[in-house]
């Protein structure tokens, strides 16, 4: 049966990004069988002009009845000053809270192509592979209660509350313990527990689904240590898990241990592998509409979709075989380029992978 693929381009350098992953979905269509049908819709700021909110609730309501979501990015200087509310995000975040999908898988893994893009060493991050699990639709993102109020003394306070149930945890943690089993059976859980009561209990639940997996080498490690961990010795990391802020975080600062944040993939998945897929990069307005961005992060998040919710995990291969392939070519985008290779333009870059498949 056609699946039903529901393309979000979404602000900024999204639409340059989506073309270029939408070109080799279609050129995979003709060339293998693919059998999606593919719609785009608007999400973000670009949803917030025509609509006045970020998400329409027909957008919403598509995404629901779609097999998967390819998203750009979201966000930009225009929409900056808007209530917080309709802000781009928010957008992003009813799609990720309302379709359930609390479990973002972001892959670190450097191309070896691309070990001397990284700004460390290469030895440091030769042979990288890192899968982190990041809690997608609860804690501190989504707690309650928060805002911005005044003080009786006339003062304001803003407030957020960092929340995690004991259930949220126990489904992150599975599918964190459960990639582990398919790569190298260590696990790294990262929290404040020396802090924060809710990553104390965050630990305690970790430790309880443990023995449920007795192959699997678990380690806790206080995000702060983390952080100096993986720009010290990344390669010690197998699967890391954690929670949607220190996630956010650490996500970002682990793309660049791949060369550059235009390398980085991402999955996010309800209980039943339905998901929506996005580079973990954002809206980059400072470069959209110049036709430079790097559309691999979004290229290897069509792989993704193809591999976990569309069934394909041959064209995922596929993809990734061409996007070596590319990369061995000496074909970059300014933002892994290097002496002697061949910088090439977004669009310049999405054919080259068409060609290499
Ligand atoms: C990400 C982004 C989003 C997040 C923003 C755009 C809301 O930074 O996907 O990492 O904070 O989750
Ligand atoms: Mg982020």
């Not at 990015?73 to 799609?95: F, H, N, Q, T």
């Not at 599975?174 to 059976?185: E, S």
């Not at 970790?206 to 678990?218: K, L, N, S, T």
């Not at 300014?334 to 068409?354: N, P, R």
């Amino acid at each position: 049966m056609t699946k039903q693929v529901l393309i979000l381009p979404g602000d900024g350098i999204g639409p340059e990004i989506t073309a270029e992953a939408v070109k080799v979905l279609e050129a995979l269509k003709a060339s293998d069988n693919l059998d999606i049908e593919m719609t785009e819709d608007l999400v973000g700021g670009a949803a917030y002009d025509v609509h006045g909110v970020p998400l329409a609730d027909e957008t919403m309501d598509k995404a629901q009845a779609s097999d998967a979501v390819l998203l750009g990015a979201v966000g930009g200087y225009k929409w900056e000053s808007l209530d917080i509310s309709v802000r781009p995000e928010k957008g992003l975040l009813r799609l990720r809270k309302e379709m359930n999908l609390f479990a973002n898988l972001r892959p670190a893994v450097l191309f070896p192509q691309l070990a001397s893009a990284s700004t460390l060493k290469p030895e440091v991050v030769a042979g990288l592979d890192i899968l982190i699990v990041r809690e997608l639709t609860g804690g501190i993102y989504f707690g309650q209660p928060r805002g911005i109020r005044t003080l009786e003394n006339g003062e304001r306070q803003g407030y957020n509350t960092y929340v995690y149930s004991e259930s949220e945890v126990k489904r992150i943690a599975h599918v964190a313990f459960q990639a582990a089993m398919k790569r190298n059976k260590k696990l790294t859980s990262v929290d404040k527990a020396n802090v924060l009561e809710v990553t104390e209990m965050w630990r305690e639940v970790v430790d309880e689904i443990a023995p449920q997996y007795p192959e699997v080498e678990v380690k806790h490690m206080y995000v702060d240590n983390a952080a100096m961990q993986l720009v010290l010795n990344p390669k010690q990391f197998d699967v890391m898990v954690t929670g949607n802020m220190f996630g956010d975080i650490l996500s970002d600062e682990a793309s660049m241990l791949t060369g550059s944040i235009g390398m980085l993939a991402s999955a996010s998945l309800d209980e039943n592998n339905k998901g929506m897929y996005e580079p973990s990069h954002g809206s980059a307005p400072d470069i959209a509409g110049q036709n430079i961005a790097n559309p691999l992060a979004t290229i290897l998040s069509a792989a993704m979709m193809l591999r976990y919710s569309l069934g394909r995990e041959d064209l995922a291969v596929k993809i990734e075989n061409a996007i070596s392939k590319v990369l061995d070519q000496g074909l970059r985008t300014g933002d892994i380029y290097s002496d002697g290779m061949t910088k090439v333009s977004c669009s310049e870059m999405g054919d080259a992978v068409v060609a290499a498949l």
